[in-house]
């Protein structure tokens, strides 16, 4: 699976495609068009299978967009956006400050292909971002893992 800077950059330089293609998809990703729906979940159909969505998860993660758009993770904690510190084995959150004006958080999905729960799948959406990305939250990123 890619890592949150390598999702960006796809997001980046993608050209989305309507849907998912047909056929195998053996360790791939693909970059789909979303159409937005209030009150409506979002739908990636695949011709792979049934995928066992009942055991499936989702995510919210948070980063800070620096001034070389580089990211870093923060936590969101009482409204505020934090920093996770780990001190003798005990996690806090420090707030940050100032407050990161410019964010962007990440919706991820992730299931197991219900015959064979070695592959998975992984959708990412943007569904927070500043006005110059916000472009990205029209798209998907659908990445498959395994054979």
Same mark, same amino acid.
């Given at each position: ?6 999702? +960006? *950059? ?11 293609? =047909? &056929?195998?998809?053996? @360790?791939? %990703?693909? #970059? +789909?068009?979303?159409? /937005?729906?209030?009150?409506?979940? $979002? #739908? ?5 299978? +049934?995928? $066992?969505?009942? *055991? &499936?998860?989702?995510? @919210? ?5 620096? !001034? @070389?758009?580089?990211?870093?993770? #923060?936590?969101?904690? @009482? ?6 510190? +780990?001190?003798? &084995? ?10 990161? !004006? /410019? ?5 991820? %999905? %992730?299931?197991? =292909? ?18 110059? =990305? ?11 893992? &395994?054979?």
């Amino acid at each position: 699976m890619m890592s949150t800077m390598e999702k +960006v *950059k796809e997001f980046s330089n993608a050209a989305p495609v309507d849907r998912i293609p =047909l &056929g195998m998809k053996d @360790n791939v %990703y693909v #970059v +789909v068009k979303m159409e /937005r729906k209030e009150g409506q979940k $979002d #739908v990636f159909p695949d011709d792979t299978g +049934v995928w $066992d969505s009942t *055991k &499936g998860t989702t995510a @919210n993660h948070a980063y800070s967009i620096r !001034e @070389n758009n580089q990211l870093s993770s #923060v936590f969101i904690r @009482n409204g505020m956006m934090c920093y996770k510190k +780990v001190v003798c &084995g005990r996690t806090t959150y420090e707030k940050c400050i100032p407050q990161p !004006e /410019r964010y962007i958080i990440f919706h991820r %999905y %992730y299931c197991k =292909l219900k015959g064979d729960h070695e592959y998975k799948k992984r959708i990412t959406t943007i569904k927070t971002a500043p006005k110059d =990305l916000s472009h990205f939250q029209n798209m998907a990123l659908v990445e498959y893992c &395994g054979t």
